[in-house]
């Protein structure tokens, strides 16, 4: 199995910096970035470290990820948010999953074993909203195989066959539970092994709670009513 690993970047040099050292690049066929317009020197950073990087041609998290599968070469994508804020080194568990003949596979925060950086909090709104997204999910599409319940979750891969029957739309940020649902409507193998987060080293997140919510909420809808 021939596997890339993408880095999706947006202003995110202190993450890079932490990140993209400990990357094992001998263990995938293909590295490169995706980058977003970032001003605060993360693709001269990337560029200095010899790694690819190619600008999107379309704002949005969408289409970040649908260009990086056209820049694809591979078998298999997997993406990775350079935040600091994940163990680097779980990079390297997709491999055996896409051998095994899972055409998505998800870095979970929610399951056993997991870590999510709100679980020291009494109050986890995040995490909450995140598990009822995939509730819904579930009982409106799944109908075999494994359930994801990190529907939101970033880090994340799929094999190149498995994302063109996913068929996601090129706008937008629905992606992560974009993939989700298609796989359940596809009947694609998935499987969610569990990962560590901590909160981000640098900066703020790109995608603010209130309004990105209601932005999932309103393609969730659409999805339902989704023909194919």
Avoid at 21 to 43: C, H, L, M, N, W
Avoid at 63 to 73: L, R, S
Avoid at 167 to 176: A, E, H, N, Q, R
Wanted: hydrophobic share 40%; with cysteine; glycine share 8%.
């Amino acid at each position: 199995m021939r596997i890339t690993l993408c880095i999706l970047t947006f202003n995110e040099v202190e993450g890079c910096k932490h990140d993209v050292p400990q990357i094992e690049r001998d263990k995938f066929e293909e590295i490169y970035a995706v980058d977003a317009g970032s001003k605060d020197g993360t693709i001269e950073f990337l560029e200095k470290e010899n790694i690819p990087v190619h600008i999107q041609p379309k704002k949005g998290l969408n289409a970040a990820c649908v260009y990086a599968f056209e820049k694809c070469t591979t078998d298999a994508l997997i993406f990775f948010h350079p935040k600091g804020s994940v163990p680097v080194s779980d990079t390297l568990k997709f491999r055996r999953y896409f051998e095994e003949g899972n055409g998505l596979v998800v870095a979970g925060r929610m399951i056993k074993g997991a870590v999510n950086e709100e679980d020291s909090k009494f109050f986890k709104p995040r995490k909450w909203f995140v598990k009822g997204l995939a509730v819904i999910a579930a009982l409106f599409f799944k109908r075999e195989g494994n359930m994801v319940w990190d529907v939101l979750q970033g880090f994340r891969g799929a094999s190149v066959e498995a994302f063109k029957k996913i068929d996601p739309v090129d706008y937008g940020l629905s992606i992560d539970i974009e993939m989700v649902i298609r796989s359940y409507k596809k009947r694609i193998k998935r499987i969610e092994f569990p990962t560590q987060e901590s909160p981000r080293l640098a900066g703020q997140t790109h995608f603010k709670a209130l309004p990105t919510g209601i932005k999932l909420l309103k393609y969730l809808m659409k999805e339902i009513f989704r023909k194919d």
